[in-house]
């Protein structure tokens, strides 16, 4: 079985519609044909100030959220990164392996960095990126579920996979991103030209999965669309109605031709009532079931504990054999 990894960050609490169907959801369906390693990546969430009684519980609501999207702890490995403490230690290699300009050229980093400017920037958002490439290069992952915004880290861990290999021997496997073209990237509510994100600047294009039902409803009926009146998919012309459709086109499983048949005609008020609808239906479950695993924190820290053994097996060996290469005199 091929293998696949991939993370999310526990900061939000909430995930957003984005983070599912641009990644979680192809988490939950690659279970049935990989070998699926999946992780909170709770090192990657102190790269910005996290309060630690937050933290904590965020890292449980992300891997409650994780089990109520539909991954199967007898299906995939689902742990935490920090109980697997090879991810900074092959982080630490990689960081002596990656220059200082091709670290430099990550756009997230610039990104995020810009907003905050540089004081209050810590050198482990800089060094993020690098730490992101060993979660994947430990577990010798050959393809990586993400949306859009992680292809350049992915592309920057082909580079260190290449380098690493050909000067030590040939030790990491390639990987390559997955990501689907439909769902690569779901765009604001508010602002179809920006991905929908978190750090957003109005909170109204954002849907949370786990906030009340009726709030992301109401989003949806407000979402920006277009002056013209028809419904068709044209992300370059109707970005807006475009994104409406993909989301809408995910959650049901039917396809945008067919949703462009079932609207022809219609207003977009009509799109949105349905849509809101669609995603009523979605979310209430998903919240539900979030919360039974929220109430059992037991039965999720026993999930979560025997995940992280086996992935620690899996991250060990790898560390092993790149400590070996590197030339470190054993520990005996
Ligand atoms: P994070 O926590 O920001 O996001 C989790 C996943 O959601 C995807 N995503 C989106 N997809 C489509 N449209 C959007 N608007 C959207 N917003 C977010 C992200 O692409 C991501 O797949 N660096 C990673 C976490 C990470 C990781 C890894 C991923 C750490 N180590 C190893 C893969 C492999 C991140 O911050 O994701």
């Given amino acids: 079985r091929p293998r696949v990894l991939s993370g999310i960050q526990p900061t939000a609490g909430s995930f957003h519609l984005g983070n599912y169907l641009g990644a979680v959801r192809q988490w939950v369906a690659l279970q049935e044909s990989h070998d699926a390693f999946y992780m909170v990546v709770d090192l990657h969430?102190?790269?910005?100030p996290?309060?630690?009684a937050e933290l904590r519980s965020n890292t449980r609501i992300a891997a409650a959220q994780l089990l109520a999207a539909g991954l199967d702890p007898e299906r995939c490995t689902l742990f935490v990164q920090s109980h697997v403490p090879e991810h900074a230690?092959?982080?630490w290699v990689m960081n002596c392996l990656t220059g200082f300009g091709e670290a430099s050229r990550m756009t997230q980093f610039k990104d995020k960095a810009a907003k905050q400017g540089a004081d209050r920037t810590s050198v482990g958002l800089f060094t993020y990126p690098i730490l992101q490439i060993a979660d994947i290069l430990l577990y010798q992952a050959h393809q990586v579920p993400v949306g859009e915004d992680q292809r350049q880290h992915i592309e920057l861990t082909r580079d260190l996979a290449e380098r690493f290999n050909s000067r030590y021997g040939d030790t990491f496997t390639m990987p390559a991103p997955y990501i689907l073209k439909e769902t690569a990237k779901i765009y604001d509510l508010q602002d179809p030209s920006a991905k929908m994100s978190k750090s957003a600047a109005s909170p109204k294009g954002l849907i949370n999965l786990l906030d009340e039902p009726k709030v992301s409803a109401k989003k949806v009926k407000s979402a920006v669309t277009?002056?013209?009146?028809?419904?068709r998919y044209d992300a370059e012309n109707k970005p807006g109605v475009s994104n409406l459709l993909t989301i809408y086109s995910t959650l049901t499983g039917t396809s945008i031709p067919e949703l462009e048949q079932k609207y022809e005609g219609k207003m977009y008020g009509a799109l949105k009532t349905d849509l809101a609808e669609v995603m009523v239906d979605f979310v209430?479950?998903?919240r539900d079931r979030t919360q039974e695993y929220l109430d059992d924190p037991e039965t999720l820290d026993?999930?979560?504990a025997k995940g992280a053994e086996k992935a620690r097996a899996v991250a060990a060996e790898t560390l092993a054999t790149t400590y070996d290469r590197l030339g470190f005199l054993p520990a005996k």
């Avoid at 969430?45 to 910005?48: M, Q």
Wanted: charged share 15%; aromatic share 4%.
């Fill in 226 to 231: 277009d002056t013209d009146t028809v419904i």
């Fill in 284 to 286: 209430t479950p998903f």
């Fill in 302 to 304: 026993a999930i979560l």
């Fill in 45 to 48: 969430a102190i790269t910005i």
């Fill in 89 to 91: 230690q092959l982080g």
């Fill in 50 to 52: 996290q309060d630690p």
